[in-house]
């Protein structure tokens, strides 16, 4: 899937609570972050997934839909492929309610009332987790990239490019930042950690390595871009590079 054009991180939220679907998409935007999507039927969830492109890094689901349970289309969705988080919302938080949100394929369950604060640290967590999983896959050009395998796969070509930890860090930070350029140094801090040891040249090389194993001419970057004193990563870039 493609990365949001704004580098914001698309959260579809399913519940008929139009009130409710109003508030959290209001405290999504707030965060900075998050880019929320919004549907009231299990019906327009399904369509809004089914949308070309689409884009969905995580969803907040209801059980109880007009159109069906929310367990249903969870399972429903997870047979589909989904992979990524679903925490549930219900009112109903019985242990065996509970167990069948977790079995139908939710990753967390959250009774209402809830506190807005609360259900935004959980969604991070499991978004953390989710990344760092063996299901994360993300689009980068031609390329499905595996964070956790350190892998690119050219799909075309049944093609696999092997990373470096860092290399991988690197890819993964800049896919995040949806499309916009990452300053030298704050793409350092974030995959070198704060160590004085380590400088620019050191980030250069990476990325020099980097292009060299997956632009058609290095010298002429198309997807891992030099741009506003740092680096870029364009996704939209769909041709064979080699």
């Known amino acids: ?74 399972a429903r969705l997870r047979r589909q492929g989904v992979k990524v988080p679903i925490v549930m919302l219900t009112g109903a938080d019985a242990e065996a309610d509970v167990i069948r949100g977790l079995d139908a394929g939710a990753n967390d ?49 049944n093609r696999k490019v092997r990373l470096t930890e860092k290399e991988s860090a690197i890819l993964k930070y800049l896919y995040r930042a949806g499309g916009r350029p990452v300053a030298r140094q704050v793409l350092l801090n974030e995959v070198w950690g704060y160590n004085s040891a380590v400088t620019t040249h050191t980030l250069e090389t990476h990325i020099y390595r980097l292009r060299q194993k997956i632009e058609p001419d290095p010298a002429n970057a198309r997807l891992l871009l030099t741009e506003g004193g740092g680096y870029r990563l364009e996704t939209a870039v769909t041709a064979p590079v080699r």
């Open 1 to 74: 899937m493609n990365a949001d054009p704004n580098g914001l991180r698309p959260v579809l939220i399913v519940d008929d609570d139009r009130v409710l679907r109003a508030t959290l998409a209001e405290q999504l935007r707030a965060e900075g972050e998050f880019r929320p999507l919004e549907a009231d039927t299990g019906a327009a969830a399904l369509a809004a997934l089914a949308v070309p492109d689409a884009r969905v890094d995580a969803i907040i689901l209801d059980v109880g839909l007009p159109d069906g349970d929310g367990r249903d289309l969870c």
């Open 109 to 157: 369950y959250i009774a209402k009332p809830f506190r807005i604060g609360e259900l935004l640290a959980r969604l991070r967590a499991q978004l953390r987790i989710f990344e760092n999983s063996e299901d994360a896959t993300f689009t980068i050009g031609p390329y499905s990239f595996r964070p956790a395998a350190k892998q690119l796969l050219e799909v075309a070509r």
